[in-house]
C-alpha cells in the first residue's frame, strides 16, 4: 500500500469554532493571472493532507512546494506527525470497527503572503516521507494567463 495525499489551493484558510476550516476562494486545477511576468498574488494557501496505511506509521514529514520558473523549492519544512506510538493507538480503535484498511492522516496549511510567481507552468507541492528520497506527490495548480 502506498502513501498518497492531496491539496486544496485557495485565497484564504480560516480557523472557524469547533476545529472547522474553511476554505475561501478555491481553485479548480488552474488560476488565471495576467500576463505580465512577474506576478504577485498578495496572498496565497494550500491546505495538505499526507495518508499512510496504518501498518506504516510516519516517521517524519518534509512538505515543499515548488513555484514554476524557480530551480529549487520556495518552501521546504518538517511537519511534526504524532509519534509512533500515538498513531498505532489512534487506529487501533479503528480496526475492528471498519472493513477497509485504515490510514493515518497528516496536514498542514502553507500560507504565502505575498507569492511571487515569475512564469507560467505549475505550483506543485510534494512531501518526502522517512527520510526517503521518492516524493510523495500532494497535488498541483497550473498558472495560466489570461487577458484582462
Known amino acids: 500500500m502506498n502513501r498518497f495525499g492531496h491539496s486544496i489551493f485557495c485565497d484564504d484558510i480560516r480557523n472557524e469554532p ?8 478555491c481553485y479548480n ?11 504577485v498574488l498578495p496572498r496565497f494557501c494550500i491546505q495538505i493532507h499526507i495518508f499512510s496505511p496504518a501498518a506504516q506509521p510516519f516517521s517524519s514529514i518534509v512538505v515543499r512546494c515548488y513555484a514554476p520558473g524557480e530551480d529549487r523549492p520556495i518552501f521546504e519544512e518538517p511537519i511534526e ?7 498505532v ?45 521518492d516524493e510523495v506527490r500532494l497535488g498541483s495548480l497550473r498558472i495560466e494567463s489570461k487577458e484582462h
Open 18 to 25: 469547533g476545529g472547522k476550516l474553511s476554505f475561501i476562494g
Open 29 to 39: 486545477g488552474v488560476i488565471f493571472v495576467p500576463p505580465e511576468f512577474p506576478f
Open 81 to 87: 506527525p504524532p509519534s509512533k506510538d500515538a498513531q
Open 89 to 133: 493507538d489512534l487506529v487501533a480503535g479503528f480496526e475492528k470497527e471498519q472493513a477497509a484498511p485504515p490510514y493515518i492522516v497528516a496536514g498542514t496549511s502553507l500560507i504565502f503572503a505575498p507569492l511571487h510567481i515569475r512564469t507560467l507552468g505549475l505550483i506543485r507541492v510534494r512531501a518526502l516521507v522517512d527520510g526517503t528520497d
